[in-house]
């Protein structure tokens, strides 16, 4: 099985970027289809964005498209989430999951897709 491990959250201010990563070990990332999901505070998990195995195909939630950007480098074992225009709703744990499902990309955001999950990453957004 491939174990997940997301970096690169933190504070930032409204309008600001960051990067997210998701490090993958265990299994080489290029076997799964890949996507991140956010937790708000005492909201459900919901679906930000999604990655086919090789990269060519990507989905996103209408709140982040346009401003978030999903990609990933196999050879790395690295999938990252460029998240740009932050705003404080975009505050949330974010986290990353590898699905082995031979699916369209946009089924992707649901989260029986998925067989694992990292641990999350923390992102705060002030305003």
């Known amino acids: 099985q491939v174990q997940l491990v997301e970096s690169g959250g933190g504070l930032v201010q409204a309008g600001g970027s960051l990067r997210l990563s998701c490090a993958a070990s265990?299994?080489?990332?290029?076997?799964?289809?890949m996507g991140w999901f956010r937790q708000a505070p005492g909201k459900e998990r919901v679906f930000v964005a999604a990655i086919s195995r090789t990269g060519g195909g990507t989905y996103y939630a209408d709140s982040v498209a346009g401003r978030f950007t999903i990609s990933r480098d196999n050879a790395k074992d690295t999938m990252y989430l460029q998240m740009n225009s932050l705003n404080p709703e975009d505050t949330a744990v974010y986290y990353c999951?590898?699905?082995?499902?031979?699916?369209?990309?946009?089924?992707?955001?649901?989260?029986?897709?998925?067989?694992?999950w990292g641990q999350g990453t923390q992102v705060t957004v002030s305003s």
């Open positions: 999951a590898a699905s082995q499902a031979w699916t369209p990309v946009g089924t992707l955001k649901y989260e029986y897709k998925y067989d694992y």
């Open positions: 265990g299994r080489t990332l290029s076997g799964y289809a």
